[in-house]
């Protein structure tokens, strides 16, 4: 299961249902619609839509549930996090998640501590 990695600062407003969309730059789409990923200090995220988007296409509409005031915050800090070669280089996604609730997270951390010959057999 891929994990999504975040600062800090972001953990608490992901729990709290705040911060439900990152941008990410990549080389290609590494996750999809549908698909869990893995937050370390959150739990388990449902992926809801993957988009590859412009940067200078972002508005404020994007910055808010990624957690910035403007799209201007959002627009500095994603070039603090990528270098002026990676923007280049690399296309950038909008994802937008969910973190699951809370039965969903314990049932698959049991999931994972499981021995993978009983996971087979479920």
Same mark, same amino acid.
């Given at each position: 299961?891929?994990?999504? $990695?975040?600062? %800090?600062?972001?953990?608490?407003?992901?729990?709290?249902?705040? %911060?439900?969309? #990152?941008? *990410?730059?990549?080389?290609?789409? @590494?996750?999809?619609?549908?698909? *869990?990923?893995?937050?370390?200090?959150?739990?388990?995220?449902?992926?809801?839509?993957? &988009?590859?988007?412009? $940067?200078?296409?972002?508005?404020? &509409?994007?910055?808010?549930?990624?957690?910035? #005031? #403007?799209?201007? &915050? $959002?627009?500095?800090? !994603?070039? *603090? !996090?990528?270098?002026?070669?990676?923007?280049?280089?690399?296309?950038?996604?909008?994802?937008?998640? @969910?973190?699951?609730?809370?039965?969903?997270? #314990?049932?698959?951390?049991?999931?994972?501590?499981?021995?993978?010959?009983?996971?087979?057999?479920?």
């Amino acid at each position: 299961m891929p994990m999504l $990695l975040f600062k %800090k600062k972001f953990l608490n407003d992901i729990r709290e249902g705040r %911060k439900t969309q #990152t941008i *990410r730059v990549w080389k290609f789409r @590494h996750m999809r619609a549908g698909q *869990r990923s893995y937050i370390p200090g959150v739990g388990y995220i449902q992926i809801d839509e993957v &988009e590859a988007v412009s $940067l200078d296409d972002l508005s404020d &509409e994007d910055a808010i549930p990624d957690g910035f #005031t #403007t799209v201007e &915050e $959002l627009r500095a800090e !994603i070039c *603090r !996090i990528y270098s002026g070669q990676q923007l280049s280089e690399r296309k950038v996604f909008r994802i937008r998640f @969910h973190v699951l609730p809370a039965a969903e997270q #314990t049932r698959l951390r049991e999931e994972r501590h499981q021995p993978r010959s009983a996971q087979s057999k479920g």
